[in-house]
């Protein structure tokens, strides 16, 4: 998603204030390869700034766990570990692994993290006409991927790409960590794709107003109110994406762009899986959507637009003048 896109997410939360600004603090920071936001409205200042701080530590801490960017990272780890037998993980890696595979099942595979070797492939530069020799199937089976207790094992050339889960993840351990400090309200936005809501404003009960993206570069549909519940927001971008493409699991071949999908979800983990997997089923997926009793938003390349349970409102004037003085 552009940058231009994520400021005016965050401009259209960060407009609104608290009943005293020494309710609120506010912490942006680079972390996971995009720019996290954080906004906490809290009994006082002083908390409020500590849960800020402590919510970028968390991310980091998670970054450290689930990245595949840096050979250090945890996960990055245990993929260079693939054929090589057993490693003992921590409980954090451990439990995100077990959440990846019920996401992978519950999606029918159509969100797969055992994609890896294939997201590096088609993240290459350059013409791709086929997918790679073997490719298509399911990539976190009991094959690829054993887990028993606190080890794991991958199997010779297996590889996981948290890519996109990760915030979800981290965004629900720090919600976490946030409800057991105390906040009264918060809201979370990594670069304007994966977004979570603890309980509302003081001046908006109703939610924390976030544009919804459109297909084109800049585009908008509109604001929804997000209140205890999270987003996410996935995009065909196609080979050579520097994000990486995201990858049909059945054929190998990343989803041909452009096409949109933004889902709701009473969690930031299986709002990210989700938003994956509508991409990569189209609208054959809404389906499932009905079935799971999520909420989605999808626009395909045509600007034909979808929605189940999706409920737009028309911004106020006032957001969007807030939204658009930011750079």
């Known amino acids: ?176 960590r946030l409800r057991a400090g105390g906040a009264a309200a918060a809201f979370l936005d990594f670069g304007g794709s994966s977004q979570l809501a603890i309980g509302a404003p003081p001046e908006a009960p109703e939610g924390w107003p976030v544009l919804v993206a459109g297909v084109l570069p800049g585009s908008a549909h509109g604001v929804i109110a997000l209140r205890d519940a999270a987003a996410s927001t996935s995009q065909a971008l196609g080979a050579g994406a520097e994000a990486g493409p995201i990858i049909d699991p059945r054929s190998g071949m990343p989803v041909r762009p452009p096409l949109l999908a933004t889902v709701l979800a009473p969690d930031a983990t299986t709002a990210d899986a989700w938003s994956t997997a509508l991409i990569v089923m189209g609208r054959a997926g809404l389906t499932q959507i009905d079935a799971s009793g999520l909420a989605a938003f999808m626009e395909d390349a045509n600007g034909s637009v979808t929605t189940r349970r999706f409920l737009l409102q028309t911004p106020r004037p006032a957001t969007w003048a807030s939204a658009r003085a930011k750079p």
């Open 1 to 176: 998603m552009s940058m231009l896109l994520a400021a005016l997410m965050v401009a259209a939360t960060v407009g609104l204030a608290p009943t005293t600004e020494a309710e609120m603090a506010r912490a942006g920071q680079p972390v996971m390869g995009t720019i996290l936001q954080v906004t906490v409205v809290a009994s006082d200042s002083a908390t409020a700034r500590s849960l800020a701080d402590a919510a970028v530590t968390e991310a980091r801490r998670w970054d450290d766990v689930l990245t595949t960017w840096r050979a250090e990272g945890e996960l990055a780890r245990l993929n260079a570990r693939a054929g090589l037998g057993a490693a003992r993980i921590s409980r954090e890696l451990a439990a995100a692994l077990r959440q990846m595979r019920q996401l992978s099942a519950a999606t029918g595979g159509a969100f797969d993290p055992g994609v890896g070797p294939l997201v590096r492939v088609w993240r290459r530069p350059g013409p791709h006409a086929t997918a790679p020799a073997g490719a298509g199937g399911s990539y976190i089976d009991d094959a690829a991927l054993t887990l028993t207790g606190d080890e794991a094992a991958l199997a010779a050339g297996a590889a996981l790409d948290a890519g996109a889960i990760g915030k979800g993840i981290a965004l629900d351990a720090i919600a976490a």
